[in-house]
């Protein structure tokens, strides 16, 4: 690893904090150091969670990075070392091992603040072509071992190498290598990746090496070491990318912070059918129910599960799959609530039957999950009703008041397929198929859909462009659904019915096709998807407060919505005046919370309506008495409003 000699004023500089074995370095304190993930996972291992050993690298590595010319610390290389070392020596393994079971790795970002998707993830890293025998060997799992390999070959080619799609390309280079061999020896480019053998899996990583060598010039590297190296240079260099800068600055994280890099021990879903891999999340995080909830997939990685090229199952069908890792989960789902008192995300992987954690964090959540979340915690005591407030950013409440469709046209509506309902809402829009495009004509004016096969980081700009997504992969816990639901975004996923065909830029679904530009509506609460446009209804607060269609106790939503705002009320010591120009306007906000009026624009008086024309006959009169007599007619209507306005 490149150094630099003068880099440090002492040499007692920590920059490199252990994991694992029950004990832990650092602390769930400590996010600005370690990063979120870093701080959580030495907090799980602290509190007794299953959780593979490891080693994070500081923020401060990260900062350190970008002011001298992406080099290193001195100190660094030998704390890496000792690092690896102590992960050697818990699991009775050796990093890069040629002879007997290697220890692999997985190299991966994490800011102080959650940024899904944004920064790169290396796994299995430590493989070459001495080891993986040595992994079949060790395991008597061709299959396993050169999965492995394949899957670490394409995320370093991709993500260290530079190995991706062109500007004319809409497909990943390796996931076109990948759908190739399945169509030469299966007749068929949508086959499950678990059904390619293990020379399937053994072709395509000399095809993949093949595709570095072509797009970069350089063979693949062997060297265990350098593959490290290259991996913590590619994932602080991540921190600088495209899609994490537009992700910081939608969301105004600044861009001194830097991310922390976490080294962990590789534990294995993919080994065969009694192992898997899966998202879950302590309660519903589109509605906030307070059940179980999440996907896993059986003989796979977590890749797979948030990449969305596989459809994973709900996590209540573990249960019957593999009843004690589901109870092993439920202990884990109380602890962690318990611990953090609040809703949590986090990733696992069962290996052979035996539960491991990977990940925790505060969970991303809707609007509408996180006024419920907080209203149910506070009544079970884990928080406080101050601390409940404090947990609704502004954005979320605006959450709240978006429409959703309207009864009478959903019944007239074309009902195409059903997905999964990853962000509430209703949006209707023009479909189009790639993420410059989708921008493109949103900036142009248009109301626009996002529609891939599944969505992946550097659709970022897109996804924010539009009203809703859609996708024929993935599940609730994929890149689409994390994203949107962040964003407040409507999103289905994982509607395997829609044909998406990006070289004729068509989807076909419901016995219908349909081309670039055409409208299509998608229900995030339902999960349906609905041809052409479908009018939408005010959402179930404005309908209880303003339009008076829907009773109170009939909405959920507005009951957590008034306790929260009570709650508001009984700390705030400022009162809210609105500017208001009229009696609707005056009864809108009286209904959310004014207390008065603070200014009224009596010029916007004149905007409804014929009101204009008298103000234009006004400005043309040439004679006083024509003047008068426009003014005279302005009166009547000024003295409606103001009464009307008084009332209130």
């Given amino acids: 690893m490149s150094t630099n000699s003068c880099a440090c004023s002492a040499s007692t500089d920590k920059f490199v904090y252990s994991f694992g074995g029950g004990s832990a370095d650092g602390n769930g304190s400590m996010k600005n150091l370690l990063g979120g993930k870093g701080a959580n996972l030495a907090e799980m291992a602290r509190i007794g969670l299953p959780v593979p050993p490891g080693f994070t690298i500081t923020t401060e590595v990260c900062t350190y990075y970008y002011d001298h010319g992406c080099t290193y610390p001195a100190q660094l290389d030998?704390?890496?070392?000792?690092?690896?070392?102590?992960?050697?020596?818990?699991?009775?393994?050796?990093?890069?091992?040629?002879?007997?079971?290697?220890?692999?790795?997985?190299?991966?970002?994490?800011?102080?603040?959650?940024?899904?998707?944004?920064?790169?993830?290396?796994?299995?890293?430590?493989?070459?072509?001495?080891?993986?025998?040595?992994?079949?060997?060790?395991?008597?799992?061709?299959?396993?071992?050169?999965?492995?390999?394949?899957?670490?070959?394409?995320?370093?080619?991709?993500?260290?190498?530079?190995?991706?799609?062109?500007?004319?390309?809409?497909?990943?280079?390796?996931?076109?290598?990948?759908?190739?061999?399945?169509?030469?020896?299966?007749?068929?480019?949508?086959?499950?990746?678990?059904?390619?053998?293990?020379?399937?899996?053994?072709?395509?990583?000399?095809?993949?090496?093949?595709?570095?060598?072509?797009?970069?010039?350089?063979?693949f590297p062997e060297c265990p070491w350098e593959q490290l190296q290259g991996a913590i240079g590619a994932v602080f260099g991540s921190w600088n990318n495209d899609r994490a800068i537009v992700y910081r600055q939608k969301y105004g994280i600044p861009s001194e912070w830097g991310t922390a890099v976490n080294v962990q021990a590789m534990v294995f879903g993919n080994t065969g059918e009694e192992s898997g891999s899966g998202v879950a999340f302590t309660r519903n995080p589109a509605s906030g129910e307070n059940e179980f909830y999440g996907e896993f997939l059986m003989n796979a990685q977590g890749e797979d599960v948030v990449a969305g090229v596989r459809t994973p199952a709900p996590v209540a069908a573990l249960h019957d799959v593999m009843p004690a890792a589901f109870n092993e989960l439920m202990r884990i789902r109380e602890v962690l609530e318990n611990h953090f008192h609040d809703m949590q995300d986090f990733e696992f992987t069962i290996q052979d039957r035996t539960v491991y954690m990977l990940q925790t964090r505060n969970g991303k959540r809707t609007g509408v999950a996180a006024f419920r979340i907080a209203c149910e915690m506070v009544e079970q005591g884990l928080i406080d009703w101050k601390t409940a407030v404090r947990r609704i950013p502004a954005d979320q409440v605006d959450q709240l008041l978006t429409p959703i469709f309207d009864r009478e046209a959903i019944k007239q509506a074309k009902m195409l397929t059903r997905g999964l309902p990853a962000g509430p809402g209703a949006a209707t829009g023009r479909i189009y198929l790639n993420a410059e495009r989708c921008v493109e004509a949103a900036d142009n004016g248009e109301k626009v859909l996002l529609v891939r096969l599944e969505t992946s980081p550097e659709d970022l700009r897109g996804m924010i462009a539009a009203e809703g997504i859609l996708t024929a992969r993935g599940g609730v816990s994929s890149h689409a659904a994390l994203v949107a639901r962040q964003m407040g975004k409507v999103c289905v996923c994982g509607a395997d019915e829609v044909i998406v065909d990006y070289n004729n830029r068509t989807v076909t679904v419901g016995g219908m096709t349909f081309n670039e530009g055409d409208y299509m509506s998608i229900d995030g609460t339902s999960g349906l998807v609905y041809a052409g446009k479908v009018e939408t209804s005010p959402s179930e607060i404005i309908q209880v407060l303003i339009s008076k269609t829907m009773k109170p106790e009939d909405s959920r939503t507005y009951q957590n919505f008034a306790k929260l705002m009570q709650w508001c009320d009984d700390c705030t010591k400022m009162k809210v005046r609105t500017n208001a120009d009229s009696p609707k306007q005056t009864e809108t906000a009286i209904a959310f919370g004014a207390t008065g009026i603070g200014l009224c624009r009596t010029e916007h008086m004149f905007f409804e309506g014929d009101r204009i024309d008298f103000v234009r006959e006004m400005i043309l009169s040439t004679k006083k008495s024509d003047r008068v007599a426009a003014v005279s007619k302005l009166l009547p209507y000024q003295k409606g409003d103001f009464k009307g306005m008084q009332i209130f």
């Fill in 78 to 219: 030998a704390q890496i070392k000792e690092g690896v070392a102590r992960m050697e020596q818990i699991l009775g393994r050796k990093f890069g091992d040629t002879e007997a079971m290697p220890m692999l790795v997985a190299v991966r970002s994490g800011a102080r603040e959650s940024m899904p998707g944004m920064m790169d993830t290396i796994l299995n890293l430590g493989l070459n072509e001495k080891s993986v025998e040595a992994m079949v060997k060790a395991t008597g799992n061709p299959r396993f071992a050169w999965d492995c390999y394949r899957r670490f070959v394409q995320m370093y080619g991709d993500v260290v190498l530079g190995v991706q799609k062109n500007p004319d390309e809409d497909h990943e280079p390796f996931e076109a290598a990948i759908a190739a061999i399945k169509e030469e020896r299966y007749g068929n480019a949508d086959v499950e990746d678990t059904k390619l053998s293990a020379d399937d899996l053994k072709e395509l990583v000399s095809r993949f090496k093949a595709l570095v060598l072509e797009r970069t010039g350089h063979e």
